[in-house]
């Protein structure tokens, strides 16, 4: 916590408005609010998965369509408790189900106020086998193994994503996420690698995901379809690190098999959960459609995940 507290404080002193912005007296300016999900690292920090106790970001830049934009404010974890949702894909191997009571235990150790959601995608349908809820020895009990039948498998698992995502409309804004379960193959438009990271699917819930703010971690695990296959598992694994990658998450794998263990990349999580901040700004764009984000820091050793952009109606 300390941590925490100490990195916000210097971010107060980093938030100051863009040069360039100040308007004249009586001068109308169009502009409306936009908050995303950030996590801010040292280098050091992504290197050796361990947080450090003095993190200074300096000055916080954003541009939104390379215009710089006025912050608002940047709340920490203890202003802001996370909405985090659990989503797994019924046919994973089962393997995965060896891994249960570790998910269990990184459930049972959130901070408390954190609010858990558990789901699984399955052909057809996405069945919630909790709804958001901050009771989390509930949360874990609410677990259960998966099937790992090509049966149940979804014809693409963004389908799945898109629906669990409409549920975050229940909770608060601020800081979001989910935690995504999957062999990352969407099947919709074929079994064409180049389509598998091109999908309808996809792209919807990227979409989504970056106007409900909603940082999508990914966690590869393969089904029969892509245990089998070298190509339709580098296929999977391409899909999920975009649908990571542009909404400010991150993804996870252990190459083409299932990992031995989530407490690794569980410790790499807990890390990068700890340094996420929920940002608001002022952006000057009022025109309906996509809008690309960049978030900076004048500090070279500062990192800093979010989402790549987002779309506003």
Do not use: W
């Not at 390379?66 to 404010?73: A, H, P």
């Not at 909404?247 to 098999?257: M, Q, V």
């Not at 952006?283 to 004048?298: D, L, R, W």
């Amino acid at each position: 916590m300390r941590e925490r507290l100490i990195l916000l404080v210097l971010l107060a002193f980093a938030v100051c408005p863009p040069a360039g912005t100040a308007q004249k007296p009586g001068a109308k300016q169009h502009v409306r609010t936009v908050t995303i999900p950030i996590s801010i690292f040292t280098k050091k920090e992504l290197k050796e998965n361990q947080a450090e106790e003095f993190v200074s970001a300096d000055r916080l830049i954003v541009r939104e369509d390379k215009d710089e934009q006025e912050i608002l404010s940047i709340r920490s974890a203890g202003n802001t408790p996370l909405s985090i949702a659990f989503v797994i894909q019924e046919d994973l191997s089962t393997n995965f189900n060896l891994q249960i009571k570790d998910i269990q235990t990184f459930i049972r150790a959130l901070p408390k106020g954190t609010r858990v959601m558990t789901a699984y995608m399955r052909a057809g349908s996405t069945q919630v086998t909790q709804r958001f809820t901050d009771d989390l020895e509930r949360a874990a009990r609410s677990l259960r193994i998966v099937s790992g039948s090509p049966a149940f498998a979804p014809r693409s698992p963004y389908d799945g994503l898109n629906e669990v995502l409409a549920r975050f409309d229940a909770v608060p804004a601020g800081r979001r996420a989910i935690l995504l379960f999957s062999d990352g193959l969407d099947t919709t438009e074929g079994l064409n690698p180049a389509t598998v990271t091109q999908s309808f699917s996809l792209e919807r819930a990227v979409l989504k995901a970056q106007r409900k703010s909603v940082a999508i971690y990914s966690f590869y695990s393969p089904t029969v379809r892509t245990e089998n296959s070298s190509v339709l598992s580098l296929g999977g694994q391409g899909a999920l690190e975009k649908v990571s990658d542009e909404t400010g998450g991150r993804a996870f794998n252990h190459g083409s098999i299932s990992p031995l263990s989530y407490i690794p990349f569980f410790k790499e999580l807990i890390v990068a959960l700890n340094r996420q901040f929920s940002l608001t700004y002022l952006s000057t764009h009022m025109k309906k459609g996509y809008h690309k984000v960049q978030v900076i820091s004048t500090n070279p050793e500062i990192r800093i995940d979010h989402p790549m952009g987002y779309y506003y109606k």
